[in-house]
C-alpha cells in the first residue's frame, strides 16, 4: 500500500505562475525525496530533506518538512511548460531499504 | 558516467508466460532496488538486492523472483504471467545503505504489456 499522499492529484497552471504540490504521510522518516516522471518514463530526482531539516533549495525548487505534521511541500516558482510532469513524493523510513512513493500530482503548465 | 540502464525498453507477452528484465547499475552504486507501476499509480516496491541477496521484499508474490550479479547488474523474472503484471517495471540504483541517507537513482523502465 502507499503511504504518501500528494495533494492535488493534478494541477493546471499557466507559465510563469508558481505550482505547489503538498505530500502526507504516515509514520516517522529518515528523509523525504521528490521525484520528476515525463510520460511514464524513468523517474528524475529532484531534491532530498532529511527528517532534521525544515526547508531546501535547489534552483526553481523550494521544499519544506514539517515532520510534526507529517507534510511536505513542493514549490515550483516560475514554472515553464517543460515543467509539465508528474511529480512524486518518496519516503525513506527507519528500518526499511525501500522507498514509499505516493501516488503523484500530475503539473500542466499552459505555455 | 552511465546511469542506470534497462532492458528491454518495451516487452508484450501472453499470459503464463515467463520474462526476464535486467538492469544495470549507476556507476559506483551496488544496491539495486526493484519497483512496479502501474498506470496512474506511484511506483511500489518489489525487492532490494546487495551483495547478490533479497535483502527486502515488498507485498508481491512468490512469482516475483530476482537475481544479483557479481558486477552489481540484477534481473527480474516474473513467472505465469498475469493480465494484472501489465505495468512500467522501474529499476533503482543506491549506495549500499548508510545511516539516513537512501538516495535512489532510477532507470528509464521496462513497458511490460501482458495479452
Known sequence: ?111 | DAGVTQSPTHLIKTRGQQVTLRCSPKSGHDTVSWYQQALGQGPQFIFQYYEEEERQRGNFPDRFSGHQFPNYSSELNVNALLLGDSALYLCASSPAPRGSYNEQFFGPGTRLTVL
Open chain 1, 1 to 111: 500500500s502507499q503511504q504518501g499522499e500528494e495533494d492535488p492529484q493534478a494541477l493546471s497552471i499557466q507559465e510563469g505562475e508558481n505550482a505547489t504540490m503538498n505530500c502526507s504521510y504516515k509514520t516517522s522518516i529518515n528523509n523525504l525525496q521528490w521525484y520528476r516522471q515525463n510520460s511514464g518514463r524513468g523517474l528524475v530526482h529532484l531534491i532530498l530533506i532529511r527528517s532534521n531539516e525544515r526547508e531546501k533549495h535547489s534552483g526553481r525548487l523550494r521544499v519544506t518538512l514539517d515532520t510534526s505534521k507529517k507534510s511536505s511541500s513542493l514549490l515550483i516558482t516560475a514554472s515553464r511548460a517543460a515543467d509539465t510532469a508528474s511529480y512524486f513524493c518518496a519516503t525513506d523510513h527507519p528500518g526499511r531499504r525501500a522507498l514509499t512513493f505516493g501516488s503523484g500530482t500530475r503539473l500542466q503548465v499552459q505555455p
